[in-house]
């Protein structure tokens, strides 16, 4: 299932539709049963990934030669910390793997 998932992101990136293959790619799909499960960080991936998914939902049920396959998208808020968006948001999280960047931005007088 992971093989497929990856083959029909490659063919997003490949078309173009770079937003919707970023979303899929966020997220580990898990398998459970004929329900492949998808956790993302916040409720707009969610709800593109909804709008978007019939054609994922055909690729996969094709390539898995299993028309009971379903997607199932749940949103945990915590993942989210984990993406920096914002380019303060990516000074914080250098910050935290390595405290002194502060030192050296400091030193420089640089600017975020």
């Known amino acids: ?9 490659q063919r997003l990136k490949d078309k173009g539709e770079k937003i919707l293959a970023s979303t899929l790619e966020t997220g580990d799909p898990k398998l459970e049963g004929e329900t492949v499960v998808l956790e993302l960080p916040n409720d707009t991936m969610r709800l593109q990934l ?7 939902l055909a690729f996969l ?3 898995l030669k299993n028309t009971f396959i379903e997607i ?3 949103v945990n808020e915590e993942l ?15 910050k935290e ?12 007088d640089l600017d975020i």
């Open 1 to 9: 299932m992971h093989a497929f998932w990856n083959e029909y992101v």
């Open 50 to 56: 909804e709008k978007d998914q019939k054609p994922l």
């Open 61 to 63: 049920k094709r390539k």
């Open 72 to 74: 199932k998208v749940n």
């Open 80 to 94: 989210e910390t984990r993406y920096a968006f914002t380019p303060m948001e990516k000074y914080n999280k250098l």
């Open 97 to 108: 793997k390595n405290p002194l960047i502060e030192k050296l931005r400091t030193t420089f």
